[in-house]
């Protein structure tokens, strides 16, 4: 019989070391793999029996319809050349926004320096604490 530590563990014996028993049955281990297999096994079946690649197959005959490319810029600076122009005549030129109603634009300067002289109504003339 091992003599026993003042911490109540054995003292370990001269023989080859042993591996503990108790910790996992290697049954369990067995019993688990053979489970997740099963699973695996399982669904590789109803997804065969789900999507059957043999009739897919069947339905796409071809010839195969051709899809488009994607139309790409051909040149993307001179459409964004094009594009910055457009906005900026916009921003510095006066146009009708809805002719309807009535409602146009004007530039953007003239529109700064209009409301720095005569204000927003309903908005707090002193200005606030600021960010």
Do not use: Y
Request: hydrophobic share 45%; proline share 10%.
């Amino acid at each position: 019989m091992p003599e026993h530590s003042a911490s109540g563990h054995s003292a370990p014996s001269d023989g080859p070391p042993h591996h503990e028993t108790r910790d996992i049955s290697l049954r369990a281990v067995i019993a688990g793999g053979v489970a997740i297999g099963l699973v695996v096994g399982g669904l590789v079946i109803l997804a065969d029996v789900l999507f059957p690649q043999k009739s897919l197959d069947r339905l796409l005959k071809p010839p195969f319809p051709v899809i488009a490319q994607p139309a790409l810029q051909s040149d993307p600076a001179a459409d964004m050349a094009v594009f910055h122009a457009r906005e900026m005549a916009l921003l510095n030129g006066f146009g009708w926004t809805d002719t309807a109603r009535g409602i146009g634009h004007i530039p953007i300067e003239q529109a700064m320096q209009q409301i720095a002289r005569e204000g927003i109504s309903g908005w707090p003339a002193d200005g606030g604490d600021g960010p």
